[in-house]
């Protein structure tokens, strides 16, 4: 499905599944959609760019009817080297956007279009220590920029502070209508000071899935957000 253009514009909060219970990943996921949720947050890791080793392509096609039923969208993040070699196999599997790190793609323009190609919405990912100089010319060819606020490869870590001034400097020269995402450590005490800071769509793992119902943690993190700014 295409991801529609006033999404990339709307404060979303985009639950990761990486802290889900995946013995019951479809139940959580129902759960979340319930909840009002339009994007899940999928995120992939090859043991290669970052330590961790999660999931592919047979995960998001099981989720992705699920949540294409309710109105929602898989939104993954590609945490890989060459992910040029698996954007095809994603696209089949019904990710509606898809994210590449800027430290994994040589050719980024090639890449970002490809994934536009493939009827995707495109990200461009950075690390928390890469200057925001590195997305170049990109933010002419994506639809959204993924800013990590913690080291890539694990849920649970804290929240890198100095990506608050980042966010900042990214909205003023990202186009508007381009979605500006943050992930890591996103949680109940900082994610008014992230929306503030420009940034609009968030990125939950353990904040929605670590304990407690995520339901109730869904719209505490949804009503924080909708809040003005
Ligand atoms: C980290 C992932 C994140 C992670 C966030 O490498 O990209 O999406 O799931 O988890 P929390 O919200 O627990 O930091
Ligand atoms: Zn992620």
């Not at 709307?10 to 139940?27: H, N, T």
């Amino acid at each position: 499905m295409t991801l529609p253009a006033e999404l990339l514009q709307q404060r979303l909060l985009a639950p990761s599944i990486l802290s889900a219970d995946f013995s019951r990943l479809g139940e959580e996921v129902a759960t979340v959609l319930a909840a009002g949720v339009r994007l899940i947050h999928v995120d992939v890791m090859d043991g290669h760019f970052v330590p961790n080793i999660t999931i592919g392509p047979p995960v998001v096609a099981s989720l992705a009817p699920l949540v294409h039923e309710a109105g929602a969208f898989v939104d993954a993040h590609l945490m890989i080297n060459e992910p040029d070699r698996y954007l095809e196999a994603f696209g089949r599997a019904g990710a509606d956007g898809l994210s590449v790190h800027v430290e994994a793609c040589p050719h980024l323009h090639r890449t970002l279009t490809r994934i536009r190609e493939l009827g995707m919405r495109a990200g461009v990912a950075l690390n928390p220590a890469t200057d925001l100089a590195l997305l170049g010319e990109a933010v002419l060819f994506c639809d959204y920029v993924l800013v990590m606020s913690v080291n890539p490869g694990f849920g649970g870590q804290t929240f890198i502070p100095e990506s608050l001034d980042k966010i900042r400097r990214l909205r003023a020269l990202l186009p508007a209508q381009a979605a500006l995402e943050v992930d890591g450590g996103v949680d109940r005490g900082n994610i008014v000071r992230l929306r503030d800071a420009g940034a609009n769509w968030f990125v939950a793992g353990s904040a929605v899935f670590g304990g407690g119902d995520a339901r109730v943690q869904v719209s505490v993190l949804q009503e924080l957000i909708a809040g003005a700014a």
